[in-house]
């Protein structure tokens, strides 16, 4: 089992992986940016031993845009070279989504107007559901859902 502790690095330093499979939306990267222009940096870049990026890439980027590629911060750093294999299994795992949203969590204990400020849709929300026109043409139309908390009953 490998082992990993904190380190710190310049961000300049570290190297992004140039077969990195991850990419983001402008919207993504806009939301990305706001997040570290209020929270700053809090989920921290994994790297291998030689400083290859492993996760964080979007992140790293973004504190570039900033103009922020001389700060030093925190990566978490294995205490072996990763094997090719792993180097790229863990690029997967540690990026793939595997949770999913608890939407009367949602809807229950959060400001609908922060969400979609977040980039939440209506449609990711449950207001709005897809409705297939014409199996044929793929021809996509939506239709407003109306929700109701089970617990307040509030209507949305």
Known sequence: MLNWNT???KVNDLIPDKQNPRQMTRTQKEQLQRSIEKFDLVEIPAIDADNKVLAGH???AILKL???GNEVIDVRVPDRKLTNEE???YQIR???TTGGWNFDALANNFDMEM???LDFSEM???LKLPILKDPDTKDVSFTAKKKICPNCKYEW
Do not use: T
Request: glycine share 10%.
């Open 7 to 9: 380190q710190k690095r």
């Open 58 to 60: 979007q992140r790293l």
């Open 66 to 68: 900033l103009g922020r």
């Open 87 to 89: 180097y790229k299994e």
């Open 94 to 96: 540690s990026n793939k």
């Open 115 to 117: 969400l979609m400020e």
């Open 124 to 126: 990711d929300l449950g």
